[in-house]
């Protein structure tokens, strides 16, 4: 068992009773006293800035679904409170399932020709998004799993399921029912989980972590996309 860091501070006195007084009504800093134990904390701030894209898999097996969609991306940080280090990361926040194939009306419907239309693709958006407050915070220190080379943090809101989930992005298999928040950096998430660990053990006592999720302004319910995985249509309603 690690030894747990005490919270270190610098004492003074005025008391000339003391063995401590250094006289002419002088205070003087004269020991370091244990005052508390002190655990830091680790925090995931997955913000409302969009950053970029990334192709995930669908895994749906069936060659007229595109194999890929395009994801947005969002700014993530990850600090604690004793080195105050922050890494900037990549992270999706919209979960998309497949929904059903819809068909672009154009020249060909006129002449009735609908076989020749161009084929559109819809997925079904099911995020996590605050519902009430502008940033939502969890403490989710007692979730981490780490299963060779992936970390995940899975945890439950009311009745959805929500998962960080950090590794190869292309080995995971989205589940109905969750909501993903997948890390996005250039070594399959290994700098992610690297910074996890490195922190953890400096730290010294095993610290908490939480998560800060801010609510987005707009969510799209729904995403249609042409038969590459790229985005057609963004549904609000």
């Known amino acids: 068992m690690p030894i ?4 270190l501070s610098l ?4 008391n000339d009773g003391s063995v401590f007084y250094a006289g002419s009504g002088e205070g003087k800093i004269i ?3 244990d005052s508390a134990l002190k655990q830091h904390t680790i925090s995931i701030i997955i913000s409302e800035q969009q950053v970029g894209s990334v192709n995930l898999k669908t895994h749906l097996g069936k060659t007229e679904i595109p194999a890929e969609i395009e994801i947005p991306t969002y700014q ?3 600090t604690d409170d004793k080195t105050n280090e922050k890494e900037v990361y990549k992270v999706t926040r919209d979960t998309y399932f497949f929904k059903g194939q819809t068909s672009k009306k154009g020249l060909w419907s006129f ?3 609908k076989f020749l239309e161009a084929k559109n693709f819809l997925f079904e958006n099911i995020p996590f998004e605050p519902l009430k407050e502008e940033i939502e915070i969890f403490d989710i220190s007692k979730y981490r799993k780490l299963n060779q080379d992936e970390l995940t943090y899975t945890f439950q809101k009311a009745d959805q399921e929500i998962q960080i989930f950090a ?5 995971l298999k989205i589940e109905k029912g969750t909501s993903y928040f997948i890390i996005v950096d250039e070594k399959k998430g290994q700098r992610f989980i690297g910074d996890i660990l490195y922190r953890e053990k400096f730290l010294k006592l095993t610290p908490k972590v939480k998560l800060h999720v801010v609510k987005r302004k707009k969510v799209s319910k729904a995403m249609e996309t042409n ?7 963004l549904i609000y309603i």
Do not use: C, F
């Open 4 to 7: 747990p860091e005490l919270d």
């Open 111 to 113: 002449l009735g020709l």
């Open 11 to 14: 004492g003074l006195t005025e």
């Open 31 to 33: 020991v370091r006293t």
């Open 227 to 233: 038969k590459k995985g790229q985005a057609d249509k």
């Open 76 to 78: 993530m940080i990850v």
């Open 167 to 171: 590794g190869d992005i292309n080995e």
